[in-house]
């Protein structure tokens, strides 16, 4: 049976260093790419990182009925919103890595089966989470600290116990060290890939 190994974590907890990492490892692992109406950050690739869409293609696509999940965040510079499309993923023929938060793999696990969807949930302390969102945010070529700071305190919410019990998280990864994160996180899915 193929799955969709789904990372979850805060923001600034490793997870797309993580999943680049795990990518590398796991070569038969096809990525989920989302599709996003955020505008682009450095080093950020079309089609490799997210499918960058305007509000208009968004409108054009969700009126297809084209999303499995779909969520918009209130920023202080408008309304992002990011999507998983439904031909991003096929699981008759392979496993997937997605990064995403516990109400989008609530939403895949509902279309999928519980059973298909395995989450990944990365967790970091948050004065170490802060500090590795600064040094993010300072090496952008126009820092947006308001946004870097909206997103910590939501993560607040979207990441409560109430959740992560949704999205059936059962077990926690801690980044403490990448390394050790990656090894554990590799070890966990080599165990599912063998069944």
């Not at 799955?3 to 990518?23: C, E, P, V």
């Not at 450095?42 to 869409?53: R, V």
């Amino acid at each position: 049976m193929h799955h969709l190994f789904y990372l979850m974590g805060k923001s600034a907890s490793g997870k797309d260093t993580i999943y680049q990492r795990l990518l590398e490892q796991f070569p038969q692992l096809r990525p989920m790419v989302l599709h996003t109406t955020r505008p682009r950050r450095a080093g950020e690739q079309e089609g490799k990182t997210y499918f960058f869409i305007s509000d208009e293609q968004l409108a054009e696509m969700s009126a297809a009925d084209r999303f499995i999940e779909m969520r918009t965040y209130h920023t202080k510079k408008g309304d992002w919103t990011y999507c998983t499309a439904k031909d991003s993923i096929n699981l008759a023929s392979g496993s997937y890595l997605g990064i995403g938060t516990p109400e989008s793999c609530e939403k895949l696990r509902d279309h999928f089966g519980a059973e298909r969807v395995i989450p990944i949930y990365i967790e970091v302390e948050d004065g170490l989470r802060l500090q590795r969102a600064l040094d993010r945010e300072r090496a952008q070529e126009t820092p947006n600290y308001v946004e870097m700071c909206r997103r910590f305190l939501t993560d607040s919410q979207d990441f409560a116990e109430e959740n992560l019990a949704r999205a059936g998280i059962t077990r926690r990864f801690a980044n403490l060290d990448l390394a050790d994160c990656i090894a554990e996180i590799a070890a966990f899915i080599r165990l599912r890939l063998s069944v």
